[in-house]
């Protein structure tokens, strides 16, 4: 049970705003360390379309992406956060089945939306050199 | 609500049964956190003074220019000794057995959460690193350095040294990653009543997001010391480059444990700081969920950077920046911990005692290395100054900044809580100034040294470089850091003996293990504690919320019982609600024999005496048996048992809120790393070949990958239709549906076995064929783990259907974990080992 005003912050959706934007990195991460390992040895890193490569196009894509799960679940955290600071505190209930309390929840919403902040810069930033290899990887990999 | 005592028998029975039995026996069967947690640090610490000694032989060698003391070999072998022992027996196995000594007093918990696999934990590690060192007595020491790199540690120009080396060290991974396991399930699932997720201290959290490292991290490392011991005991061709292998795989394999390793060593040691600097300056560290987020961050990015390491290694320029800008990204996570510990600090007025003053020592030296890193991550620079002495002072700032003087705060800090007893104040403080100009004398010198162009791992120099003097005062320094170190083991030796008695809590610290006697009694808590808030002792005044009621009520059923079995309280990981009694075992030979059995193996793997390994896999996976298999008897009386019904709490809990469901999820997570990491060697290796098949080999038809295939998706089917049979309580259809299911797996496994049998060629001939048998192989491997289980259940379950419980629910869900993922992975192995990926 939940204290009055307070819309049941599902379990589901704490969990997804504590981890959500740290998953959202790590994808990113892999993502454009692969194509970057992987793609600059393939054919993609020669197929130039619209000034960039098909390797560069496909790491902005994926940065695109990311940054939108990221954002969104900070958002996410963050109206969580709003909604459970509104609701008077009211005692989390004890038993196996608990609703997670105020206390669980705001904690969990608002670690959740500061790495949200912090993942989405990061993942901004670290999308950053591709501007600078646009056409090419730059030199290549032992063969 | 009343704290009334228990009656005196009932808790004379509880006493008895937390303790462990007497004599040598007893001493191989114990399963307590408490004795367990003290002997991984006494042994981490004996490790550390062995790599001190070596670390000593070395700079007394270097202490003067064109010196002939010891020899280019002997050197060879010992800053490989010295920096394995310092990273793989020392720093994580010392602060994992720290966690599993204090988690549960700082939780609130009797014990951890497996405590059978604690004590497996310590053997397997004692065992490494006893492996190690034997390297000594047969006086073929490891020479490779602490990374192995190939093809310097390959089969052509590495001799037995390094075999012991990769053994040893793969014991040393099975105990972290165990004990990674311990640690993450304990804190979720072992919480004290009312610690919700925002009040769990931050040590906690460090070791939380520590035990997930350690997972992958630590996983990650052990394939990849088990492929390389296969390149040079079964003559595979995964790192050698003749046979289409490539030595760049060890390095990309090895430094993406590498690099989160460093961080798995120092946020423990941040959580360390936290404690201390909390309990010095008398108040919360400030902002905490940006502390928080900063831990959860480093451990998340620390797995973004591992390249760094290989900047001079030429890859593509695109994915070295990539690396480079995650690396300047986790000086942010550093330098938000560092900034909340000084505005703690700020205007408080700390005593300055030995744990302050390590302290202290930590924030000088810990910031000029993390400085000198953000200098190395700069991808120019780094090629300046790579494999120079200046690397030698950087990670020396940041291990033993970052590591070695957070453990000694540490161990000021809880000596008195595990001991009783104070350490004396005096010789606390010499050890620390011995200890910090002395380490400021030897490592300071050597960024000069590096820039003046002297090469890291070079036995000697020239006097005309004009370094003597340098190396000399490092090599004074050296013997100043052992003085310091001896003075402290001193100081502790006469605590022992003579120290003031410390009471239950010396510094007026907030957190739980605090609240009982020092040192704390077997069972840590007679009656569970309930947390109020963050600071639990800092709260006591506070008014209980209505809730605290309700934990208080279940917190005294449980005072002093249950009297005749051992047990603590399980509690929601997010609320920490109580969910369940969690019934834990005693004493037990059984961790014990299954270490004993892989040291066996090993032993026989180096020593080429295959019948050693038969034995030691006989030994280990028979005592594994009867360490699983359930005790009828036992379940029947803990369902009888009055104590948890006066708490109002299930004995038995099912899916997440069980720590069995936690455990094999953990299980499932590290065999599904390993079958990534082998992919994405696969994967790698066919990426630098011209053709894949190596070789003109043609790749298996689905012959008999095909019916493999059918296999596992009905053994699949029948998995999924077991447990509708399950619930609905028809027997024949579960017998038939789950034991069809084992059988399928085998079948399956059978089938991937005869191909690689009838396979024109064998595993050596190069680097794909390697690959393929490697992957085939761990396929059927985890296919014969999944049918055991799946028999095993099928067997046991049979007879329990009629009277099914929440017990033989938890059998069942944890048995469609563990096969379920093996037909998976197998199922997805075969796809790819035969097919052509369509980016190839
Ligand atoms: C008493 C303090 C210590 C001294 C005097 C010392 C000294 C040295 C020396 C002389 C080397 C060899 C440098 C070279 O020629 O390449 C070295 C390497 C190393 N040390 Fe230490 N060390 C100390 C403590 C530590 C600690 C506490 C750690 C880790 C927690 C550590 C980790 C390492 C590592 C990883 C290496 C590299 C080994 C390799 O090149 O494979 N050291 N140390
Ligand atoms: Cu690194």
Not at chain 2, 6 to 21: I, K, L, V, Y
Not at chain 2, 69 to 74: I, S
Not at chain 2, 95 to 121: H, I, K, N
Not at chain 2, 451 to 460: A, D, I, Q, S
Request: glycine letters at 10%; aromatic letters at 12%.
């Amino acid at each position: 049970m939940s204290g009055p005003g307070d819309p049941r912050a599902g379990r589901g959706r704490i969990w997804v705003g504590l981890w959500g934007p740290a998953v959202a990195w790590l994808v990113h991460f892999l993502a454009i360390y692969a194509l970057a390992e992987f793609g600059c040895l393939s054919p993609l890193a020669e197929r130039v379309v619209l000034g960039a490569s098909l390797v560069a196009w496909l790491v902005l894509a994926v940065t695109v992406a990311c940054l939108a799960l990221s954002g969104g679940v900070t958002w996410l955290a963050w109206r969580v956060d709003q909604r459970l600071s509104a609701a008077p505190t009211a005692p989390a209930t004890a038993g196996p089945e608990a609703d997670p309390g105020p206390d669980a929840g705001r904690f969990a919403a608002r670690a959740g939306w500061t790495s949200g902040l912090l993942f989405t810069l990061i993942i901004a930033v670290e999308a950053v050199p591709v501007f600078f290899y646009l056409r090419d990887c730059g030199v290549k990999a032992l063969p | 609500m009343s704290v009334g005592t228990a009656a005196p028998p009932a808790q004379a029975g509880f006493e008895r049964t937390w303790q462990g039995h007497p004599g040598l026996r007893g001493w191989l069967m114990e399963v307590n956190n408490q004795p367990l947690g003290k002997r991984f640090m006494v042994t981490a610490i004996i490790f550390f003074l062995l790599g001190g000694v070596l670390a000593l032989l070395m700079r007394l060698q270097l202490a003067v220019s064109d010196n002939d003391l010891l020899g280019p070999q002997v050197f060879n072998q010992l800053f490989t000794m010295h920096g394995s022992t310092m990273m793989y027996l020392f720093a994580v196995p010392f602060l994992e057995g720290l966690a599993l000594y204090l988690l549960p007093l700082q939780l609130g918990s009797r014990d951890v959460a497996f405590p059978r696999l604690t004590a497996f934990s310590y053997w397997t590690y004692l065992f490494g690193g006893v492996l190690f060192y034997a390297s000594f007595l047969v006086g073929v020491v490891p020479d490779a350095g602490w990374f192995a790199y190939t093809p310097l540690s390959g089969p052509r120009y590495a001799g037995l040294g390094v075999d012991f080396w990769l053994l040893g060290l793969s014991l040393v991974e099975v105990a972290g990653i165990t004990a990674g396991v311990e640690i993450l399930v304990t804190i979720l699932k072992l919480r004290a009543p009312g610690m919700t997720l925002g009040r769990m201290p931050l040590f906690v959290w460090t070791m939380l997001v520590t035990g997930g490292m350690i997972i992958f991290a630590f996983t990650v490392l052990l394939t990849a010391t088990i492929l390389l011991e296969l390149d040079r005991a079964a003559g595979m061709a995964f790192f050698d480059p003749e046979r289409g292998g490539n030595s760049l795989l060890w390095q990309h394999l090895f430094w993406f444990f590498g690099h989160p390793e460093v961080y798995i060593a120092f946020l423990p040691a941040t959580g360390i700081v936290s404690a201390v600097v909390a309990a010095f300056a008398r108040r919360p560290v400030v902002a905490h969920v940006l502390v928080v987020v900063a831990i959860v961050m480093t451990g998340f990015l620390s797995f973004g950077l591992w390249v760094h390491h290989m900047f001079a290694t030429g890859l593509p320029e695109l994915a070295m920046h990539f690396f480079g800008a995650a690396s300047l990204m986790i000086a942010v996570a550093s330098g938000i911990q560092v900034f909340a510990w000084i505005a703690t600090l700020w205007g408080a007025r700390p005593d300055y005692r030995t744990p302050f003053l390590y302290l202290l020592g930590f924030f000088l030296i810990f910031v000029v290395g993390g400085m000198t890193g953000v200098m190395v991550a700069v991808v120019p620079f780094d090629l300046q100054v790579h494999d120079t002495y200046f690397v030698v002072a950087h990670f020396h700032y940041v291990l033993i900044g970052g590591v070695v003087f957070p453990v000694f705060a540490g161990l000021a800090f809880w000596l008195p809580k595990v001991t009783g007893r104070l350490l004396d104040e005096r010789a606390g403080a010499a050890s620390f100034w011995l200890s910090f100009v002395g380490f400021n004398l030897t490592f300071f010198p050597m960024h000069i040294m590096g820039f003046l162009g002297m090469p890291r791992r070079v036995y000697t120099y020239p006097a005309t470089l004009g370094l003597d003097a340098h190396n000399l005062v490092a090599t004074a320094g050296a013997f100043m850091i052992a003085l310091g170190t001896a003075v402290f083991i001193g100081a502790f030796l006469h605590s022992l003996r003579r120290g003031r008695p410390a009471g239950e809590d010396p510094w007026q610290a907030d957190t739980l293990e605090w609240s009982v006697s020092s040192p704390p009694p077997i069972f840590a808590f007679r009656r569970p504690p309930v947390a109020r808030g963050r600071h639990p002792l800092w709260e006591r005044g506070r008014p209980a919320a209505a809730v605290e009621a309700e934990h208080q009520r279940v917190t005294a059923a449980l005072d002093a019982a249950p009297t005749t079995w051992r047990a603590t309280l399980s509690t929601d990981p997010l609320t920490g609600a109580p969910q369940g009694v969690q019934w834990l075992p005693g004493p037990a030979m059984s961790p014990f024999l299954v270490a004993l059995g892989l040291l066996i193996a090993a032993i026989g793997v180096v020593a080429n005496l295959y019948i050693l390994d038969l034995a030691g896999v006989v030994l280990a996976v028979g005592a594994l048996a009867r360490w699983l298999q359930p005790d009828e008897a036992l379940l029947e009386r803990l369902r009888q048992d009055p104590a948890p019904r006066a708490a109002g709490l299930p004995v038995f809990t099912t899916g997440a809120a069980s720590t069995g469901w936690w455990g094999a999820l953990c299980l499932v997570v590290i065999l599904g790393t390993m079958f990534g990491a082998l992919l994405y060697a696969y994967f790698y290796l066919s990426l630098f070949s011209d053709a894949w098949p190596q070789g003109g080999l043609e790749r298996p038809g689905w012959g008999l990958a095909g019916p493999a295939t059918g296999a596992l998706l009905l053994a699949g089917a029948g998995l999924w239709g077991s447990r509708r049979a399950f619930h609905g309580g028809r027997r024949a259809a579960f017998v038939g549906l789950l034991g069809g299911s084992a059988a399928g797996a085998a079948a399956a496994a059978v089938l991937v076995l005869v191909e690689l049998v009838r396979l024109p060629f064998g595993p050596g001939v190069n680097a794909y064929a390697s690959a393929h048998f490697t992957l085939s192989g761990l396929a059927i491997l985890a296919l014969a783990m999944g049918t055991a289980v799946a028999a095993a259940t099928t067997h046991r379950l049979e007879r329990r259907l009629e009277r099914r419980d929440a017990f033989d629910t938890l059998q069942l869900q944890v048995t469609t974990m563990l096969h379920g993922f093996a037909l998976v992975a197998a199922l997805a192995t075969l796809v790819v080992l035969h097919t052509s990926p369509v980016l190839l």
